[in-house]
């Protein structure tokens, strides 16, 4: 198990992250693994409640507007 850290292998597991997700998800995939590695801790050390969330922002969708369908004229 002592081989798996190896720089090589490390390298190639970063190539492949990079590759699943690409360049502009790695900055929130690595803050939200971040903040979670925190939390852990802090629930380990048996510290205070954790500080609320900020609130998330959802984007609103434009409303969907039923289809069109052809009237059929008689």
Same mark, same amino acid.
């Given at each position: 198990?002592?081989?798996?850290? &190896?720089?090589?292998?490390?390298?190639?597991?970063?190539?492949?992250?990079?590759?699943?997700?690409?360049?502009?998800?790695?900055?929130?995939?690595?803050?939200g693994l971040g903040e979670g590695l925190k939390g852990f801790k802090d629930g380990i050390k048996g510290g205070s409640d954790p500080a609320p969330a900020?609130?998330? &922002? &959802? &984007?609103?969708?434009?409303p969907q507007q039923p289809s069109a369908t052809p009237v059929e004229q008689k």
């Amino acid at each position: 198990m002592g081989d798996l850290f &190896q720089p090589t292998h490390l390298l190639v597991l970063g190539v492949v992250v990079f590759l699943l997700f690409g360049a502009k998800r790695l900055p929130e995939l690595g803050k939200g693994l971040g903040e979670g590695l925190k939390g852990f801790k802090d629930g380990i050390k048996g510290g205070s409640d954790p500080a609320p969330a900020p609130p998330v &922002q &959802q &984007q609103n969708a434009a409303p969907q507007q039923p289809s069109a369908t052809p009237v059929e004229q008689k």
